[in-house]
């Protein structure tokens, strides 16, 4: 009787273990891929999200303010910023804080 409980445990555990392995989406935050086109959509207008990449990575700005509407001290979001961040006074050192949604793919 013990054995059988033991191994009913043993079959719950395994088949949680095993959902929880196969519930992550492949689309999780962090992992998306963008083209230069896709990321274009991003570009905090009209209500829509503010994603900038720079050096690859895609990060979002949504919701700070100084990146209202998606527009940063002539920049605006939607793209590759990665050229236009070295110019900044704060250099890259803000990119820490931010969200990184996923990858810009060339
Ligand atoms: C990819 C490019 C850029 C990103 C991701 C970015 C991001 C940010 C963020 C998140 C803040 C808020 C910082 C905070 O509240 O602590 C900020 C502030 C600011 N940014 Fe940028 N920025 C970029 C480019 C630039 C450029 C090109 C300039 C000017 C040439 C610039 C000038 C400023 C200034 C003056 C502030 C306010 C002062 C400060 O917080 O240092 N930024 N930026």
Not at 73 to 88: R, T, V, Y
Request: glycine share 10%; hydrophobic share 40%; proline share 4%.
């Amino acid at each position: 009787m013990l054995k059988k409980c033991m191994f009913i445990v043993f079959i719950i555990v395994l088949t949680l273990s095993l959902s929880a392995c196969t519930s992550a989406k492949p689309d999780a935050p962090g992992t998306q891929k963008f083209t230069v086109e896709e990321l274009s959509q991003y570009n905090g207008l009209n209500g829509s999200k503010a994603y900038v990449a720079v050096n690859g990575l895609v990060y979002d700005v949504s919701g700070i303010p100084q990146w209202n509407n998606g527009a940063h001290n002539g920049l605006q979001a939607g793209q590759d910023q990665s050229s236009a961040i070295n110019s900044a006074p704060h250099g890259t050192s803000v990119l820490k804080d931010l969200k990184i949604v996923g990858t810009l793919v060339k």
